[in-house]
């Protein structure tokens, strides 16, 4: 997978690398952030091909992870797996998807002259940027989760999303493996279009479908020709067994049952980054039993499933950025309410940047299943009152429910004390925040920035 560098490629390259590490240090001394942005857009100025000149050097070849939910969890096992092996992985962990973050953590892992000497580049990638990443780095892997609504002042529909990506995929070399989401309608289209090498990974169990399709659903109807979808059951959103009765697409075929798979963390979505991760391992020559084995003893990565120990009670932050995110940590969390495990949850609802700025998506979600069931519920965030009004509103079209307490708390610090103070000895508190929100949580929590 590695190439040599002319010596302009060569010089510029040393120089840009010398300036982003110099910019790094800089920012972390004076405690400004992780850098993990900045050095990259810099770097890219001095040498506009720098994505391309390291992306070449990586020995063993890059592997592009794309989708809507799941990528920080999903690249995290796939590297713990590789590492597990004695390799040398790259990764953007922080989160940070564009190009410039993808630059700044492949520069990260350099030295002083630009040499990157690393086995494979796992790289968390935006949705949206995946076309523009492919035009300089040729990846081994291109894996996608999943395609849902998310921030729709920024993406658009699923459709478009998935157009954009075939033109993307369609030129790249043969010997490209593509690993798509059998039980996603539009990426299980995708797959059957592509003249590349593509594996599927997908759900066999029909004890875990949804009595009903949800209402924030994307993709109910035929990729192919526009025809409503049959369903013989959903796991999540549109995330399903179906076929079209107009034309006869179907679910393209996984590679192997899901049933037979251990499963990291909590949730059924974890059950799909668990069989995205392992199947991509496999493809890579990773025998199954040490894949399990690193299923068994994974951890967690920051905010996604995390458990942390605060002031001696168990606390669990679930990423919850958009409907189906969010629909789905709210089935988690039911289902441990139904066990006597937790009956109290901290929403946290924030509209920046990396949120997205329209909150109206909470609408979409099935926050009545969250209240039914009745608890302490407090809330904050930037728009802290969105939220209580969507509880509210939420409970109110309900039958009534003495157990169920609404607090609002503008000073996210007090709110998370708050929280603490209103969870029993050995129930755990579950705290339910957008990605900005998530950030903050665990800075107060733990006393240390991610970014």
Known sequence: MGSKLSTGDRLRLGLAVGLAKTITALVRFLRLGAASVMPGAIARRLQPRLLALLCQQVRQGVILVVGTNGKTTTSLLLRTILEDQGLRVTHNATGANLINGLATALLADTNLIGQLQTDFAILEVDENVLPLVLQDCQSRVILALNLFRDQLDRYGEVDSISQRWQAAITPLPPETVVVLNADDPTLSYLGQQLPQTVRYFGLAEPKLYLEAIPHAVDSIYCPRCGHPLDYQGVYLSHLGDFSCPGCGFSKSQPAFHSSEWPQILIG????????????????????????????????????????????????????????????????????????????????????????????????????????????????????????????????????????????????????????????????????????????????????????
Do not use: C
């Open 268 to 451: 059924v979505y974890n059950k799909y980054n668990t069989l995205a991760a392992g199947l991509v391992a496999q493809e890579l020559g990773i025998a199954t039993p040490q894949i399990f084995n690193n299923i068994k003893n994974f951890k967690a990565a920051f905010g996604r499933a995390e458990e942390l120990t605060i002031e001696g009670k168990a606390v669990r932050i679930l990423l919850s950025k958009n409907p189906v995110g969010m629909n789905e940590t709210i089935r988690a969390v039911n289902d441990l309410k139904a066990q006597g495990e937790t009956s109290t949850v901290l929403l946290v609802l924030n509209d920046r940047i990396p949120d997205g700025t329209d909150v109206s998506w909470i609408w979409d979600v099935d926050t009545e299943a969250l209240v039914q069931s009745g608890g302490t519920f407090i809330v904050s965030g930037d728009r802290l009152y969105d939220m209580a009004l969507r509880l509210q509103y939420s409970r109110d079209s309900l039958a009534a429910d003495d157990s169920f307490q609404l607090l609002v708390e503008p000073d996210l610090a007090l709110a998370i004390q708050q929280a603490l103070d209103h969870t029993p000895d050995l129930e755990t508190l579950h705290i339910l925040p957008t990605y900005s929100a998530m950030l903050k949580v665990r800075e107060i929590l733990t006393g240390r920035k991610i970014l």
